[in-house]
């Protein structure tokens, strides 16, 4: 049940798997803390739910830190292609410099 639970959230059946079996090991650990089964049913949705918007801001985050380093890298490969093309123009000139005044 809590995978399908966590399926409405994230649709990574994997994933979901992944979140289920994390919240039943936070579950042991802190056993000694419910007292009912109302208090662990709780503890299991809330826990799933929380680790699945922790999953999807992490997504949000990480594809925004790749964006930006796409967006660097154009910015980047601009900068180069304008570094070359005013290098080769400069070398151009110099090489036109060197030509006897016939050629």
């Known amino acids: 049940m809590i995978c399908h639970f ?3 959230y994230i649709t990574n059946p994997d994933s979901a798997e992944d979140v289920a ?3 039943f090991i936070e ?3 802190h ?5 009912d089964l109302s208090q662990i049913k709780a503890f299991l ?3 799933a739910k929380n680790k699945c918007l922790n999953i999807i801001k992490h997504h949000r985050v990480k594809g925004k830190y790749q964006q930006s380093l796409s967006s660097e ?3 980047t490969n601009i900068f180069g292609d304008e570094v070359l093309h005013s290098e080769t123009i400069h070398n151009l000139n110099i090489a036109i410099d060197c ?4 050629r």
Not at 31 to 35: K, Q
Not at 99 to 102: A, C, G, N, R
């Open 6 to 8: 966590s399926k409405k």
């Open 45 to 47: 949705y809330l826990a």
């Open 27 to 29: 579950l042991w650990n």
């Open 73 to 75: 890298e154009d910015e």
């Open 21 to 23: 079996q994390e919240v």
């Open 31 to 35: 056993r000694e803390r419910f007292n």
């Open 99 to 102: 030509l006897s005044d016939q």
